[in-house]
């Protein structure tokens, strides 16, 4: 039986484990004890965090892995990379793995590609911010963080010191982006890549809560854009990839497209898509398993991906901000459209991170879908 290790235990990995056990793998779970769903589920289970390298390829090297992966975990990406590298196995390098996981490293790589994207500084402390380049409106947020987290829009200068200490103290290695902010729809697009070569999956379609957090409350699956659009984004994303030297696995690129069409890659990460975009909505829209592609490029055993099937898929989330969602929330086994629904016993607050959501319901069907028109 091969073995496959995974790292991080969340929830966001539970996908990952369960569809490496119905593929007859036996799972290795590498997290803190602390929140770790996938430590009930896994065929083991390691109390070591995600970012003990040494100690994980300890672990690994002894019980002989066939191969590594992860899923939706920005943190948990260059220790996937590390242990494949050091042990032959398939894997980005280390090398991209970190300029992935580092916005100020990943802007400077794509940029000398030239691939469109927002000008920017990289800061360690207010004193740092180079005020005569700053442009009002901006975007600060932690260089090494996601799911919205410490991310805040300003709109003077009055207000930029509060963000980026918000930033920094939310950074892993106190670093913040201080960047330029571009006004326009957004979207994100999934990838999987293997040995060098680069296969489009999907464009998501994103509705945040705006100013000042820009938390996700809703995705949808296929973007609305024009065939045109979408052979562009692909090319921009491919050239992106190959920037970063991300050659194998998922990958999940952030894009802004303003009014007059002019497109900018926002972010570029070496994992699949959080919020379900990448373990659901892909496999729902496309009929393409996406998280089983993931594991059959860690084993060294992948097959081009086959889209299938053509339908609209989602994912609507409940907060403060979407509370008439609630009775759609507790009720989604009524709702034919609905495949999986949840609500927690969160109460519904104003949301300034992914983690503030309190329910979730995702949707297949033959069009965009809304809950509030049953």
């Known amino acids: 039986m091969k073995k496959l290790a995974i790292i991080g235990a969340s929830y966001l990995q539970a996908p990952l484990v369960r569809k490496a056990k119905e593929m007859g793998l ?3 779970c590498f997290a803190w004890r602390d929140g770790a769903v996938c430590a009930e589920i896994a065929d083991e289970f390691y109390d070591i965090s995600i970012v003990e390298k040494d100690q994980i390829i300890a672990v690994c090297q002894k019980v002989g892995i066939d191969g590594i992966c992860t ?3 920005d943190v948990a990406a260059p220790t996937v990379a590390y242990v494949a590298e050091k042990m032959g196995l398939v894997s980005n390098s280390y090398e991209s793995a970190v300029r992935a996981n580092n916005k100020y490293l990943m802007r400077n790589c794509l940029k000398s590609a030239g691939v469109p994207c927002p000008d920017y500084q990289m800061v360690r402390s207010y004193d740092e911010v180079e005020k005569s380049n700053l442009a009002f409106p901006l975007i600060v947020k932690p260089s090494d963080r996601s799911g919205s987290l410490g991310v805040t829009k300003v709109a003077d ?10 930033a920094l103290d ?3 290695g106190k670093q913040a982006m201080v960047e330029q902010y571009i006004e326009g729809r957004e979207i994100s697009v999934e990838f999987i890549s293997y040995r060098g070569s680069h296969y489009p999956l999907q464009i998501t379609d994103k509705v945040t809560t ?4 820009f938390v996700e409350l809703e995705h949808h699956q296929p973007a609305n854009l024009t065939e045109k659009q979408f052979s562009q984004i692909y090319s921009i994303t491919e050239n992106a990839l190959n920037a970063l030297g991300l050659t194998n696995g998922a990958s999940h690129s952030e894009y802004k497209i303003t009014d007059d069409g002019k497109i900018y890659v926002m972010e570029i990460a070496g994992r699949m898509g959080g919020d379900f975009i990448g373990s659901d909505l892909v496999r729902l829209s496309t009929g393409y398993d996406f998280v089983k592609g993931v594991i059959e490029v860690a084993l060294g055993d992948f097959e081009t991906p086959v889209k299938s099937e053509h339908n609209h898929s989602g994912v609507y ?3 403060a901000e979407t509370r008439n969602l609630a009775p759609v929330v507790s009720g989604w086994k009524t709702y034919p459209e609905i495949v999986e629904g949840s609500l927690n016993d969160q109460p519904l607050v104003a949301v300034k991170c ?11 069907d033959s069009k965009k879908w809304s809950p509030l028109k049953k």
Do not use: Q
């Open 170 to 172: 939310c950074s892993f």
């Open 317 to 319: 989330f409940l907060c």
């Open 71 to 73: 899923i939706a975990s």
């Open 26 to 28: 036996y799972t290795l």
């Open 354 to 364: 992914s983690a503030d959501r309190s329910g979730y319901v995702i949707y297949k």
């Open 210 to 213: 705006g100013a000042p957090h």
């Open 157 to 166: 200068a009055d207000s930029l010191e509060n963000a980026l200490n918000t």
